[in-house]
C-alpha cells in the first residue's frame, strides 16, 4: 500500500472531483467545437461569405487558448491528484490499458498539431486544405473520446474482463456505447453554448444572428441526444449501481442526477430564447451565465456518474479503499481481503515508523488514525466541521461509550452496499476504533497512551 494522501474536510476525492469538472468543459468543447467551426467554414466557403470567417477565426482562438491551455492544466491535474489519491487504483488500469492511453495520446498529439496549424493558416492556404486540416482535427479528438471513454467506462462496468481478463472484454462493456453516445451528443451542446457566445461579438449583425440560431439549434439537438442516450445509460447500470442511485439507496445520487437534469434543462431554455426566440440577447454576459450553469450540471452529473461506483474504485476488482476485491485468475491476482484481515492491513503499510508496526497501548491512537485514513480516509472527512460526510456526527449519532463498541462496529461495514468491508485484523480494529473514540470523538483518554 502508499502514503495516503489526506485532504482535510473536503478528502481527495473531491479534489478531483472539482479538476475533473474544470477539465470536462473545456476538452468536450475541444471535442465538439471543430465538427461546429468546420460546418460554419464550409458554408463560408461553398457562400462566398468572408464574414462568417470571423467566427471561425474568433472561435478557434477560444479553443487554442482555452481548451489547449485551460484543459491541459486541468488534464494533467486530474493525473496528479488520482494518481496521490488512489496509486493502487490508476496503477492497475495502467497495467490494463496502458496501450490504449498510448493510443489516445497519439490522437492528442494530432490535436495539438492541427489546432495551431488550423488557426495560423486560415485565409493563408486555399480553403479546401485548411478545411481538411479541420476535419483531421475534429476526427481525432473524438476518436481520443472513444479510447478514453472506454476505460471509464470498466471503472464502472468491468464486462467479461471479470472472466477473461482481456483488453477488449473491459473496454467494451455494458455502459460503453451508451457513455460514448451521451458525451457525444454532450459535446455538441457545449460547443452549442461558447459558440452562441463568441458569434456573440461578431462585427455583422445578419451574419451574428445566423450563427447564434445555428449554434443554438446545435446545442439543443445535442441537449435531446444527451437525455435520450442517458436514461440507455442508466438502463444499462449494473444492478447494484440502479439500486444506489435510482433505488433511494444513496439518496444523494438521485438528487444529484435530477439537478443535473434541471441545470440541462436551463441551458435548453437558453438555446430556445436567446438562440431562437431572441437572438438579439446573446452576450458576453448570458453566455457567461449559461457556461456557469453548464459547469455547476456537469459537475452534478459527473458526482453521479463517480457515486454510482461504490463501493468500487475499479468494478468487482478493486474497493473504494484500493484493497482488491475478489480473485482474478485470469489475470493472477489474488483477494486481498482475507490476507489483510488475517494478518492485518499496519503489517502491509510500508510507509510508517517501524515502533507503528506493533500495536501496544501507547501506539494505539496514532496507528489507528493511520488506518483510519486508509480504510475510511477517500471518502469521509474526519473533522467535526469536515464538509464531506464528516465522520464525527456519523459516529456520535451511534452514542458509543467506549473504544470497542466503535471496533466492533467496523465488522458491520460490509454489509452497507456503498461501502467496502474493514479490512484488517483484531488489533486493527481495537487502534481503529480507539482513534475514532478518542480522537476523532473526542473523549477524554484515561490511562490511554498517545
Not at 491528484?81 to 488512489?86: G, I, K, L, N, R
Not at 496549424?117 to 493563408?124: A, E, H, S
Not at 433505488?247 to 435548453?268: D, E, K, Q, S
Request: hydrophobic share 50%; charged share 15%; with cysteine.
Amino acid at each position: 500500500m502508499y502514503p495516503f494522501w489526506e485532504v482535510p474536510f473536503f478528502t481527495s476525492g473531491i479534489v478531483i472531483a472539482l479538476i475533473a469538472t474544470f477539465h470536462i468543459l473545456p476538452c468536450h468543447l475541444a471535442t465538439g467545437a471543430f465538427w461546429f467551426s468546420v460546418y460554419v467554414e464550409r458554408k463560408a466557403v461553398r457562400q462566398n461569405r468572408p464574414e462568417l470567417k470571423e467566427f471561425v477565426q474568433k472561435f478557434t482562438l477560444l479553443i487554442l487558448v482555452f481548451c489547449f491551455v485551460i484543459g491541459s492544466l486541468t488534464g494533467v491535474g486530474i493525473w496528479y491528484s488520482a494518481t496521490v489519491a488512489s496509486p493502487r487504483a490508476i496503477s492497475g488500469l495502467i497495467h490494463n490499458y496502458v496501450w490504449g492511453w498510448a493510443t489516445e495520446w497519439v490522437f492528442f498529439i494530432i490535436e495539438i498539431a492541427t489546432i495551431y496549424v488550423y488557426y495560423y493558416t486560415l485565409g493563408r492556404i486555399d480553403d479546401k486544405s485548411h478545411l481538411k486540416i479541420g476535419w483531421i482535427y475534429a476526427w481525432a479528438a473524438w476518436i481520443s473520446m472513444v479510447i478514453i471513454t472506454g476505460i471509464l467506462a470498466f471503472m464502472l462496468s468491468s464486462g467479461k474482463w471479470i472472466e477473461t481478463g482481456g483488453f477488449f472484454d473491459g473496454f467494451f462493456n455494458a455502459t460503453y456505447w451508451p457513455q460514448l453516445f451521451t458525451r457525444t451528443a454532450l459535446m455538441f451542446a457545449i460547443a452549442g453554448v461558447y459558440a452562441v457566445t463568441v458569434a456573440s461579438r461578431m462585427s455583422d449583425e445578419k451574419a451574428r444572428h445566423e450563427v447564434v440560431r445555428t449554434a443554438s439549434v446545435w446545442g439543443i439537438a445535442g441537449l435531446a441526444g444527451t437525455a435520450v442516450f442517458m436514461a440507455w445509460y442508466l438502463y444499462k447500470l449494473p444492478e447494484p449501481a440502479k439500486e444506489l442511485s435510482l433505488g433511494g439507496g444513496l439518496p444523494y445520487l438521485g438528487h444529484m442526477l435530477t439537478a443535473a437534469g434541471v441545470l440541462m434543462g436551463v441551458i435548453f431554455l437558453y438555446f430556445l430564447v436567446v438562440g431562437l426566440i431572441r437572438p438579439q440577447f446573446a452576450n458576453v454576459v448570458t453566455g457567461l451565465a449559461a457556461m456557469l450553469i453548464l459547469f455547476a450540471a456537469i459537475g452534478a452529473g459527473e458526482g453521479f456518474r463517480e457515486g454510482v461506483r461504490r463501493p468500487w474504485i475499479i468494478n468487482q476488482y478493486m474497493y473504494g479503499h484500493q484493497v482488491v476485491g475478489p480473485d482474478l485468475p485470469a489475470k493472477g491476482i489474488k483477494s486481498e481481503v482475507a490476507k489483510f484481515q488475517e494478518e492485518g492491513l499496519l503489517k502491509n503499510l510500508y510507509f510508517i515508523p517501524d515502533e507503528w508496526r506493533t500495536i501496544t497501548k501507547e501506539t494505539a491512537v496514532k496507528a489507528g488514525r493511520i488506518l483510519a485514513l486508509h480504510q475510511c480516509g477517500n471518502c469521509h472527512s474526519f473533522e467535526q466541521d469536515g464538509k464531506i460526510r464528516p465522520l464525527p456526527p456519523l459516529l456520535a449519532g451511534m452514542e458509543p461509550e467506549s473504544p470497542d463498541d466503535l471496533a466492533g462496529f467496523l465488522d458491520s461495514l460490509g454489509d452497507y452496499p456503498y461501502m467496502p468491508p474493514f479490512t484488517g485484523d483484531d488489533q486493527d480494529k481495537q487502534a481503529v476504533g480507539a482513534y475514532l473514540f478518542y480522537r476523532v470523538l473526542g473523549n477524554p483518554m484515561i490511562d490511554e497512551g498517545e
